[in-house]
């Protein structure tokens, strides 16, 4: 059975297994505080109820279970508009909502307080839209591979989050083969969950994008769309709009240009200004329309801004002597991650990007490329220090060997 088949059982029988997780962890609990069966039910039930909510022979009822939860120290959740539904409150649920809202403060205090060893996957997937939303994608991989091997062993719920987790990861490290895998997942869920369902259809439209497969990205725009009208807020929709309007510029720069010179225009957050700018500079010059008034974020000085400023002092000659010095900076880190892309070696890639990348990408700032390129340097070292560790292991192995074979 692999990872798609065992989400889709799982999702067929949500309360069936959602059932069976929480009789295990009653009886983890159970265990671990060193309770029979007549201390953990004494005054709530008989004993034989336990046993056979244990054994998910029987399903209990709401009130039995949140007394016997209590007594073993177990945290659930009784629905309020369905009573009889009770699962256990891993925080995975929670944490999908904050990686939704983008609230790393959130995702890190609910991490903290998930220091219960039964939750131990809910709290490494917790670190996982972490380090996404810190763009710590490497680290994001590591936990995607050691999770995987072990996913039917994991709740409904975390099965779910490392599915999302991995067309993140996926979208992230251009694996669009892997996210397509999860993409196929969408239709098949059926999971109570519009932040859930958004965030998959939005990652889904982004790599389909990247993929450039368009009525594949039509169908999960048109989706996540209409998911985002049942939302109170999205962070990501200005975002993905933008997105959808950079790729449409291919064939219909008119259209985008329009759209992002009407005075009803979609609102895009500060950390967007840039990109919407400069989307709509090219075109105008493109089209050889009226340049709308430019307004630029000089705070956050991502790829658009440098663009922008070569622009400015290209085509209006307005010259930030500043900027364009990094803006040469700019131009030759492309020059170098391009011939970094052609290395295949390990060894031969570090070594490039220790001395032809990072001296140069200290003179600009390119946060997320420089994230990734000190992860990839630290995995080498890690790999290295792993080889020799073993190389010691084999010489001190051999020696004992001689031993043996001298006595």
């Known amino acids: ?33 060193g309770m029979n069966l007549e201390e953990a ?84 997937l917790m670190e996982g839209f972490i380090a996404v939303l810190e763009k710590r994608f490497f680290v994001s991989k590591e936990i995607v591979e050691a999770l995987w091997p072990r996913f039917d062993a994991l709740s409904f719920h975390d099965h779910l989050a490392l599915s999302l987790l991995a067309l993140v990861q996926a979208y992230h490290m251009k694996k669009y083969d892997r996210g397509f895998k999860m993409i196929s997942l969408i239709s098949k869920v059926n999971v109570a969950s519009f932040e859930y369902h958004f965030l998959m259809n939005y990652y889904g439209y982004l790599t389909a994008e990247a993929a450039e497969k368009p009525h594949v990205a039509k169908r999960l725009y048109d989706k996540a769309c209409e998911l985002a009208s049942s939302l109170i807020q999205s962070k990501y929709t200005a975002k ?49 329309r009226h340049c709308p008034t430019i307004q630029v974020n000089e705070a956050v000085m991502d790829d658009a801004f440098y663009e922008i400023k070569l622009l400015q002092a290209m085509k209006y000659k307005q010259f930030d002597d500043a900027a364009f010095e990094k803006v040469s900076h700019f131009q030759l880190i492309y020059k170098k991650v391009y011939e970094l892309s052609k290395l295949e070696d390990p060894k031969q890639r570090a070594t490039f990007i220790r001395h032809d990348v990072l001296p140069i990408l200290k003179e600009v700032y390119m946060p997320d490329m420089a994230r990734m390129l000190y992860h990839e340097l630290a995995e080498f070292q890690r790999s290295i220090n792993r080889y020799k560790e073993a190389e010691s292991n084999l010489r001190q192995l051999a020696k004992y060997l001689g031993r043996i074979e001298h006595d």
């Open 1 to 33: 059975m692999n990872f798609y088949d065992s989400l889709i059982e799982k999702n067929q029988y949500p309360k069936k297994q959602s059932l069976a997780w929480l009789g295990d962890c009653l009886k983890q609990k159970r265990l671990d505080k």
């Open 41 to 124: 039910t004494d005054g709530i039930v008989a004993p034989s109820y336990l046993s056979k909510v244990e054994n998910n022979d029987i399903k209990g009822s709401p009130e039995s279970l949140k007394l016997l939860a209590e007594r073993v120290g177990l945290p659930i959740t009784v629905e309020e508009d369905q009573p009889d539904n009770v699962t256990v409150n891993d925080g995975i649920l929670s944490a999908i909502e904050l990686f939704y809202d983008q609230n790393i403060d959130g995702l890190k205090a609910l991490k903290k307080a998930t220091v219960d060893p039964l939750f131990v996957s809910s709290h490494t």
């Open 240 to 288: 993905m709009y933008l997105t959808h309007l950079q790729y449409l510029n291919r064939e219909d720069p008119e259209y985008v240009y329009e759209s992002c010179m009407k005075a009803s225009s979609f609102k895009v957050t500060e950390e967007l200004i840039n990109m919407k700018t400069l989307l709509c500079m090219n075109n105008a010059l493109d089209l050889g």
